[in-house]
Each structure stands twice: as structure tokens, then as C-alpha cells.
């Protein structure tokens, strides 16, 4: 791993984890694009570290704030959220415990990532046009989290997005824009976090290069980028820009699978 492919990658997992855009969909086709080869489980480690590290400086506060009012009182709303938020993260653990070994064999071919990422952005247009937009996700009832969490499970195949995807479900409940997205990254979370933890355990001393810590420093960089300016986004140019950007790089995909 060189430090060109370090903040290629970084950028790349930054971005897209929270663009609805797909991390894994651009993590799995830079390599097969570029030709050189994938970096592996540990700078995986790396990539998901940089995320935790961006998601926790946007939102840590209201985490903290959801911890500590749940701890002061158990019955009141802060622990009712908190219980809905990991209601809501039992369906992805499950897929990604169950299925995480076929995920990164059976769904890593680049038709199936081009046509997931098309699929899911036409959801994705379908969403944003036709909810209801009527309430906040934190106005939701227990019905709402669950649906957006199995929908969160899908993104374990690369190209549909987790963003992506969680917005979609959101929008399509009944919230407002700003409410999905908030929703979307609150449950990103436990997600990144669970994720990094998991594979943290396989991490040795000799792994710490410094392409690891720069492919850290980059997707944490360009992750707390990434979220400030997709929420500001929002009101200006809403979804559409993504749907766009997803049409066309799973074009342009099947095109090269084609052509090779």
C-alpha cells in the first residue's frame, strides 16, 4: 500500500459513507478499475477508524446528550430514542454477521455493483419526489426505526448505499429531509463503530504503518467534509446531484466490464 493508494482509498471511504453514493461500492471498484491490488482487511481497519472519527466530531454531542439524559432518567424521551436507535441497529448486525464473508466474495462483481448503484439511486429519486416529508426523526414511532434499520441492512451489498439507502426508507415513512439525513448518520454510529471494533481485534503492532495512519487521517478528513456539506446541501439541491452522479459512474461501469 503506497501513500497515493492510501488517500485514494481514504477519500473514496470518507466521501461515500456518508454521500449516499456507496463507500463499498467505490472501495470495491477502485482497485478493479485502476488495476492494482485491494488493500485488505487491514487497512479496512484503517478506513473505518477514519469514519468512527468524523461521524463522532459531527455527532457526539447528541449521542452524549442521548446517554446522559437516558442515564438520568430511564423512562423519559432521550431513553426512549436510545431504545429506538438500537432497535433499529439489530437488523444490519445481523446481516453483516451472517453474511459478511459472502459480501466480500459473491457481491464485489462490478455489473452487480453497477446496476445496484442505478437501482438504488432511482429508489433513492422516487424517495425524495413522493414522501410525505410530514416529521422529524426523532417525532417517529418504534414502526419507523425498525423499517429504516432492515433498510440499512441492505447496504451490506456493495452500490446500494447506507446513506443511501436509510434516507430513502426515511423519506418514503413519512420524514423530512433534514429528518432522514439526521436519522441516517445517528445510525451510522453503532454501525462504524461496531464495524471497526469487530475487525480492530485482527490488528497487530506491525500494521501501524504510516499508510495506515494517513489512510486514518484522510477518511476522517474527508468523512467530517463530507457530512457538513451534504446536510448543508440539502435545502439548496436536495438528493437529486446523487441520484445523477450514480446513474452515470454505473454507466460508466457496465461500460468498462463490457469493453474489458
Known sequence: MTYGQSALLGALQGLAEFLPISSSAH????????????????????????TLLAI????????????????????GEDARLLSLLALATVPAVGAGLALESRAEESFRDPRLIAGMLIVFGLILEAAER????RREWA???????????????????????????????????????????DLSFMLSAPII??????????????????????????SSLTGWA??????????????????????ALGAAVLALSFAR
Do not use: M
Open 226 to 247: 463530507a457530512i457538513r456539506f451534504f446536510l448543508r446541501g440539502l435545502s439548496r439541491w436536495g438528493l437529486r446531484p446523487y441520484v445523477l452522479y450514480r446513474a
Open 27 to 50: 472501495l470495491a471498484l477502485a482497485p478493479w478499475a485502476l488495476d492494482f491490488r485491494d488493500p485488505g482487511l487491514t487497512f479496512d481497519v484503517a478506513l473505518h477508524l477514519g
Open 139 to 181: 417525532d417517529a414511532g418504534w414502526r419507523v426505526f425498525l423499517a429504516v434499520g432492515a433498510a440499512q441492512a441492505l447496504a451490506i451489498v456493495p452500490g446500494v448505499s447506507r446513506s443511501g439507502v436509510t434516507i430513502s426508507a426515511a423519506l418514503a415513512l413519512g420524514l423530512t429531509t433534514a429528518g432522514a439525513a
Open 56 to 75: 463522532t466530531a459531527t455527532y457526539g454531542r447528541r449521542w452524549t446528550a442521548l446517554l446522559v439524559g437516558a442515564a438520568r432518567d430511564p423512562r
Open 130 to 133: 413522493w414522501g410525505a416529508r
Open 193 to 218: 463503530a461496531g464495524a471497526a471494533a469487530h475487525k480492530l481485534k485482527h490488528l497487530t503492532g506491525a500494521d501501524l504503518t504510516g499508510p495506515f495512519v494517513f489512510g486514518v487521517a484522510v
